[in-house]
Structure formats: structure tokens, C-alpha cells
């Protein structure tokens, strides 16, 4: 059953991806704060994304900190399971592997790979690496790749995807894979308002598009950030969030403006603005969930588009915007 207040998904027209789920928060303690006292709240998150048309969800191994190694995809796997069988096929579930020192050689994934397999119960259509090692340990990046592409060769997994390459990079990877007849269905990258160099003529959403790999837009609110209207006297979020919120909103004043006017023209929260702007630029946004409302508000954000006009408006303002969101560190070039 959905609510009548909820609009339901308008058919996507071309060219404008769909809206996905990330699951960061479901388990880290430093950044988002995860108590396990949030779980009730987080399965009524997972059920009503689902129950309204969100069908891709986002997890990894390393969401979930210390004590809760793993407990984004241990509660993704059990509220997957809960699903009545034939809901859980629509969903796309897509882990990221992380390429941590000592995951060494073709078979450096053989373990951590069985191991989230088995914490989301099987429910695994995805597998990603997290980042890239170009920066640091560039050798290590290939074996591992070959590996996680043997996991695809054998039907382990449905589909294989990449985080944190560059566009140099990106190409390098599709190539190998494609020597061996296997597709690279996806590319995971920071993409916002406060982040927008992926769409850069020399940046990978070109490359994406000419090589038919599927663009997801990481951190599409930045955090948080451009979900809050304009003015400065809103309460921060504890930790680091608040510090880099505190940093930037005095400079994104301007944007906050703009993509508030296009949120009320569209009787429409500013999240929906920010992740509407992904989807007009061919990225899928996985937006991190992890209150019912904040689910609504993603799924009602596909019931319309921006036109092209508020597109380049946002466009215009976000280059000229003078707050950006920290580049990652392990993205390659
Ligand atoms: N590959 C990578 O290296 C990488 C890196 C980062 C993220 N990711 C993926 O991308 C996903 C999303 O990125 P993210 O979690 O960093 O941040 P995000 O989607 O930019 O922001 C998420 C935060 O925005 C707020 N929010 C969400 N919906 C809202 C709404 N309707 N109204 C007001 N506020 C709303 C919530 O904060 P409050 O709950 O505090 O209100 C939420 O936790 C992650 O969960 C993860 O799956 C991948």
C-alpha cells in the first residue's frame, strides 16, 4: 500500500536516471552517529523506500565501525530478507569491497567477499571496489580487479562496478574488462551542487556515457548540507559534519538561494532540488536515508524533473558557487 499524499514515480523520461539508496549511516558511529537504538527506525526507512518504488540500494564492507564492522550490510540483508519473495527481486543491492593493505592478489577479495555475502543473506547483486589504489599502491588495484571480475566469470555476482576512478583510470579498467567479454556496469563518484567536477568535459561522466557505464552520484545532499534552506541559524549536526557544515554554509548562500525559489515553484523539499539536478545530468543519486520522511522525500523527488532553464541556472551557480565539498582522497586521475 502507498500513501495517497506520496506522489508515485512518473515514468523516467530518457536520459534521467532513477534514485537510489545509500546506507552509510546504517552502522558508522563517527560520522553519522549509528546507535543500534536507530534500527526500528531505519527497517520502517528500508520498507517505506521500497514500498514506494526505490529499488537500488548501496552498502560496503567498512560501513560500520569499529564494533559494528558490518552492520550496514547485516541490517540491509535482514530487512531484504523480511520482504515478501517476490518484492526482493525487484531490488538491485550493490556492496563496495574495500581495498585494504593487506587484500592482496587476485584471491585478496576471496574472504571479505564471502563475508558480506553471507551478512546481506545472499541478497548481493553488485560487487564494487570502493576506491581506487592508483595513488598509493597503484599494483594493487589490477589484481584485485581480475579477482572481483573471476567473481562475475564464475555467477558468484550479477554485475561488477568501480568507486573513485578517475576518467584515466575508469577507461583503463572498462578495457581490461572488456578483453576478457565482461562489462563494467557501474561508476560510483562524488557528484553534487557542491561537487559537480564528474560532469566537467574532462572529467568521467563523459566517459561513462560514450562507454555506457552507469554514473551513481555519491553524497548527492552533500551530507546534508544542500537538504537545508538558506540563512545561517539552523542547529549543526554534531562531530565532524557540524565543523564542515559550519565551514561552508556562509559561502553557499547563493545556491541555498536559487535551488530554494526552484523548490517552491515545484511545492517541493530543497533534497529534492539537489537530487533532481543528478538525475537531470544522467547520474542516479544514492541519497543517504535513514528516516521515513527523508525516504518520502526521495521518492517523491521522481515525480517531476527540472526543465532545462532551472538546470542551467543551478549549473550556473553552483561553478560560480565559492564552497566545495572535500575532494576524497583515494580518487585517482
Ligand atoms: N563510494 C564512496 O566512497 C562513497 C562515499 C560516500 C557515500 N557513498 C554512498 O552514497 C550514499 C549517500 O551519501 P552520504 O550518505 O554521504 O550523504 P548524502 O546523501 O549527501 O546526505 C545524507 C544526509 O542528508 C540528510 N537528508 C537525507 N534526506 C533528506 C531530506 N529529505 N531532507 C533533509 N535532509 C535529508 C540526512 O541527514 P540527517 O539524517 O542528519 O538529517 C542524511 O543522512 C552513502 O550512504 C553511501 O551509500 C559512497
Known sequence: MTDPAIPLPVPVPSGVAAVGVGTWAWGNQFLWGYDPAQDA?????????????????????????????????????????????????????????????????????????????????????????????????????????????????????????????????????HGRLARRGLRLSSLQVQLSLLAPDALAAEGVAPVCRELGIELLAYSPLALGLLSRPPGEGQALPPGPRGLLFRRLQPRIQPLLQTMERIACAHNAPMAAVAINWCRAHGALPLVGLRRVDQAEAAAAATSWCLDDGERRDLDRVAQRCDGRMPANPFQSG
Open 41 to 173: 527506525e531505519l527497517a520502517a526507512c528500508f520498507r517505506r523506500a521500497v514500498d514506494l518504488g526505490l529499488t537500488v540500494f548501496d552498502t560496503a564492507d567498512s560501513y560500520g565501525t569499529g564494533r559494528f564492522g558490518g552492520r550496514s550490510e547485516s541490517l540491509l540483508g535482514g530487512f531484504v530478507e523480511a520482504l515478501p519473495p517476490d518484492r526482493r527481486g525487484a531490488l538491485t543491492v550493490a556492496t563496495k569491497l574495500a581495498p585494504f593493505p593487506w587484500r592482496l592478489g587476485r584471491r585478496g577479495f576471496e574472504r571479505a567477499f564471502e563475508a558480506s555475502r553471507r551478512r546481506l543473506r545472499g541478497h548481493l547483486d553488485r560487487v564494487q571496489l570502493h576506491w581506487s589504489t592508483a595513488r598509493y599502491a597503484p599494483w594493487q588495484e589490477a589484481a584485485l580487479l581480475e579477482g572481483l571480475a573471476d567473481l562475475v566469470e564464475q555467477g558468484r555476482v550479477g554485475s561488477l562496478g568501480v568507486s573513485n576512478l578517475g576518467p584515466r583510470r575508469l577507461r583503463l579498467v
